[in-house]
């Protein structure tokens, strides 16, 4: 079976700091990779999907990156951290590419920057 | 560009009482569709989708929702609410390329 997993589970973080999320998907291959962020109120915003290793689509222009290095790792970064990318980072993974697909979540990321 | 409504921001309901939450979307073709829950702190559970077929799809935990084209509605159903149901409930329209979710829909169940 597939299993999800990312890391840390929280972060506190100063303004101006770097940033690493990581996102790992076992139990498959060559999956379809997403970063959401998700603010009290306001559901969940795509950031990033990829539909394979270095190729990354980003949705929303910001201060945060996100890259492949492996089939199944999955990055979030940014160089210097605001006060607004405080969030929960949820990281999703899914067979087919896209909407017409079920994307499985990951238990999250709560990140506040201080 | 395809967008999703779930108009109640929060809902409370009665333990053993029935649940309702609505979904409006909007897509120009036909959509395909997902409920997901979400419980405190941690991160989305699929209860459902729609693809196509039959118009009343049913769901793990004793959930169902119902597609109305009509209406360009996909409600969420519970005929009995367990305390173990309170959570956030989120749904979602599939485009070509991405997943849009609502802003989601808080449930509490009171005993």
């Known amino acids: 079976s597939q299993t999800i997993h990312q890391w840390p589970a929280t972060l506190v973080q100063p303004v101006g700091s770097p940033l690493s999320l990581e996102c790992t998907v076992e139990g498959t291959s060559n999956p379809n990779l997403y970063w959401y962020r998700q603010a009290a109120g306001r559901g969940l915003q795509l950031l990033f999907y990829s539909v394979g290793i270095g190729q990354i689509s980003s949705e929303v222009p910001q201060n945060l990156s996100a890259s492949r290095p492996q089939d199944r790792q999955f990055i979030l970064s940014s160089k210097k951290l605001l006060l607004s990318d405080s969030g929960f980072y949820l990281c999703a993974w899914s067979w087919q590419r896209g909407g017409a697909d079920t994307q499985y979540f990951g238990p999250g990321t709560r990140l506040t920057v201080l | 560009a395809q967008s999703v409504t779930q108009p109640d921001i929060h809902i409370t309901v009665s333990e053993g009482a029935s649940l309702e939450l609505r979904c409006n979307y909007s897509?120009?073709?036909?959509?395909?569709l997902f409920w997901y829950v979400q419980s405190p702190g941690q991160g989305l559970q699929l209860l459902l989708k729609?693809?196509?077929?039959?118009?009343l799809v049913q769901g793990i935990k004793g959930f169902e929702a119902e597609f109305k084209r009509s209406q360009s509605s996909f409600n969420l159903r519970k005929p009995s609410v367990h305390w173990s149901d309170a959570a956030e409930y989120f749904c979602?329209?599939?485009?070509?390329?991405?997943?849009?979710f609502g802003a989601g829909t808080t449930v509490t169940v009171r005993a």
């Open positions: 729609y693809f196509s077929g039959d118009t």
């Open positions: 897509y120009g073709a036909t959509p395909y």
């Open positions: 979602a329209v599939g485009g070509d390329y991405k997943l849009s």
